[in-house]
């Protein structure tokens, strides 16, 4: 007899965070190809804090389960998949249904958590590390020497950014509030305050002939500083609009205006590159190229988290069932590091 009980956190439309609901249920099977995986640790990233306000430019109607991300250990396996999986603790990249005690995925999907990580180290490099690596090494191309501009330099990805820059040779401008300016020191970041009112003037001060590259979240009318502070041969990221969070109206506005100034920046010949970076991209029309790659940058990262040169960064610890009360805490920008939900 399985004894265990499926635990999952459901987003039932637009609400505050004490209007997320627990539901239980039996454990599911999974179906050809697939594969249960038992969470050992998902977290709460930026995106759940937009579909809750039904922000997040591609989520799913309302209600539906969020979780971005997960680490867990495989429970069984379904047709078709090898049953030597059972046992293995796997990463996986999912968008929403990670907040769940029990989650059926692809086998083709997940990733393989190195022996001797830990899940909560491992959880807080799935989404944050992939993303930090593709836009540092697939899209910017950084290397030694160069110089970088991180914004939120003390954010989930904004951190892993920092620390994969550091370790790839490239100095880092970050930005950041006052508080966390000493800590970007120690790692030898040259900080600048993101409250500045002359921020661009700052950096342009720091780097007097423009920078290598600009990873920019924050997105809005910012995103033309950033632009302007790139070199010849530089490369603008921008991966979100953090600064639309709260608006009114369409949740694609800002996400295709954004679209629409890197398209044109790259239409004309200036010598330098924008892009605008999704993690998903690709997936719909290359699947396996698509998963190839999630896996070969998710093990890069792993190993870069072995090998000291990046720090899992754990903010807390809460259980599935005070999910409403780590959405808070994460929403409420007083931590640094990820907010971790475990079973």
Known sequence: MNAERLVEVVL?????????????????????GRIVVRMEATGVSFAEQQMRRGRYYDQPPFPFVPG??????????????????AGLRVAALLKVGGWASHVVVDAADV???PEGVGAAEAETLVVNGVTAWQMLHRKARVRAGQTVVVYGANGGVGSVLVQLARAAGARVIGTASARHHDALREQGVTPVDYRAQDLAARIRALAPGGVD??????????IVDSWRLLAPGGTLVSYGSAATRDAEGSKQAPVLKLLGRVWLWNALPNRRRAYFFNVWAGRALARNRFRARLRADLTQVFAALQRGEVTARIAAELPLTRAADALRLAESGTVAGKVVLNP
């Open 12 to 32: 039932p439309g637009k609400v505050e965070p004490e209007g997320l609901q627990i539901r239980q249920g039996t454990v599911p099977v999974p179906g050809p």
């Open 68 to 85: 971005y991300d997960l680490v867990g250990t495989v429970l069984t396996t379904g047709p078709g998949v090898d049953p030597g999986l």
């Open 111 to 113: 990733v393989a958590v």
């Open 213 to 222: 590259a600009v990873f920019d979240h924050v997105g809005g009318r910012g």
